[in-house]
């Protein structure tokens, strides 16, 4: 697929079917993740876990739901791709490292016909839990910076894009 194709093709999915992705794929998502930009190429300052544990899915999924539990704000995605991270060398920069790592693992995804979605409300329900930290294998110091959702659509859902841009972009020379 060509990368335009790719990145059209990338949309939020917010309901997922039980179908688990293909591992071959997973590892192409990751190693997609690892190629993004890094600010300062502080590599050592992110980390990459991929769960697919069907109870430490539930947890996270619980944590995030804000007291309510029918919410299910990671929609039953059957893999979380949390991106941790321990405070860069500039404020924040761990938050745009992790739009990097996650956008780049979203069109790999699309381009291997797996549905995605980046999910705050995820990366909040792990932050709040030092348990969830813990299972999660973070190392000192490290926090969760965001987190991607992947697997297949339960049902389809209206894709936002259009063949005309969505941002107000101007030009200047
Ligand atoms: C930083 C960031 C955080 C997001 N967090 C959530 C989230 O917690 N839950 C959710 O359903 N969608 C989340 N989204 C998805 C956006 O709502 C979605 O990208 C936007 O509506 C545009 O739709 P599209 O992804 O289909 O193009 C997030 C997107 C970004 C970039």
Same mark, same amino acid.
């Given at each position: 697929?060509?990368?335009?194709?790719?990145?059209?093709?990338?949309?939020?999915?917010?309901?997922?079917?039980?179908?688990?992705?293909?591992?071959?794929?997973?590892?192409?998502?990751?190693?997609?993740?690892?190629?993004?930009?890094?600010?300062?190429?502080?590599?050592?300052?992110? %980390?990459?876990?991929?769960?697919?544990?069907? @109870?430490?899915?539930?947890?996270?999924?619980?944590?995030?739901?804000?007291?309510?539990?029918?919410?299910?704000?990671? +929609?039953?995605?059957?893999?979380?791709?949390?991106?941790?991270? %321990? %405070?860069?060398?500039?404020?924040?920069?761990?938050?745009?490292?992790?739009?990097?790592?996650?956008?780049?693992?979203?069109?790999?995804?699309?381009?291997?016909?797996?549905?995605?979605? +980046?999910?705050?409300?995820?990366?909040?329900?792990?932050? #709040?839990?030092?348990?969830?930290? %813990?299972?999660?294998?973070?190392?000192?110091?490290?926090?969760?910076?965001?987190?991607?959702?992947?697997?297949?659509?339960?049902? @389809?859902?209206?894709?936002?894009?259009?063949?005309?841009?969505?941002?107000?972009?101007?030009?200047? #020379?």
């Amino acid at each position: 697929m060509n990368t335009m194709d790719a990145i059209k093709l990338r949309h939020s999915t917010r309901a997922f079917s039980d179908r688990q992705i293909p591992e071959e794929a997973l590892q192409e998502i990751l190693f997609a993740g690892g190629q993004a930009a890094i600010g300062c190429a502080d590599f050592a300052s992110l %980390k990459l876990v991929a769960v697919q544990n069907p @109870e430490l899915l539930a947890e996270i999924d619980l944590s995030s739901a804000n007291g309510n539990p029918d919410s299910h704000p990671v +929609y039953h995605a059957p893999t979380l791709v949390v991106v941790a991270a %321990k %405070k860069g060398f500039l404020e924040n920069i761990e938050l745009s490292n992790a739009g990097c790592i996650i956008q780049n693992m979203m069109v790999m995804a699309a381009d291997q016909g797996i549905d995605s979605v +980046y999910l705050w409300m995820a990366m909040m329900g792990i932050n #709040r839990s030092e348990e969830l930290q %813990k299972k999660l294998g973070f190392p000192e110091g490290f926090a969760c910076v965001g987190t991607c959702a992947l697997g297949y659509a339960a049902k @389809e859902f209206p894709k936002l894009k259009a063949a005309e841009q969505r941002l107000e972009v101007s030009v200047i #020379r």
